[in-house]
């Protein structure tokens, strides 16, 4: 699957506001309680918190134009995904240049 890596502070505060629908990888130096919002994104998606492991520890299916999500784990990584797709809570992911796939 295609991913839009964002590593600066501003691609990840940025994130998909005023954007069409594309797949995005955050990418933290370290791992961290990672908060997102929905303001100004008009489609909902799906917010895969990944550790250090390269584990998905949490899904998050976010709708449009909501304020805050407070993640409940550290992560390392977060994948937001505006496409269908079978991921689930314990998967190992693979990330390679701009693509993620399961392990």
Known sequence: MK???CKTM???IKGLMFSKRKNLLFIFDVPDYIDLHM???FF???ALYVNE???II???QMKPFRWLYKAKYKAK???ELTE???FVVGDKVVINENEISKL
């Open 84 to 86: 269908k797709h079978d």
């Open 39 to 41: 303001l100004f994104v």
């Open 77 to 79: 990584y977060v994948i």
């Open 58 to 60: 949490e899904i998050k």
């Open 53 to 55: 492991n390269m584990e």
């Open 10 to 12: 501003i691609s990840q």
């Open 3 to 5: 991913v839009k890596i």
């Open 44 to 46: 909902p998606i799906d």
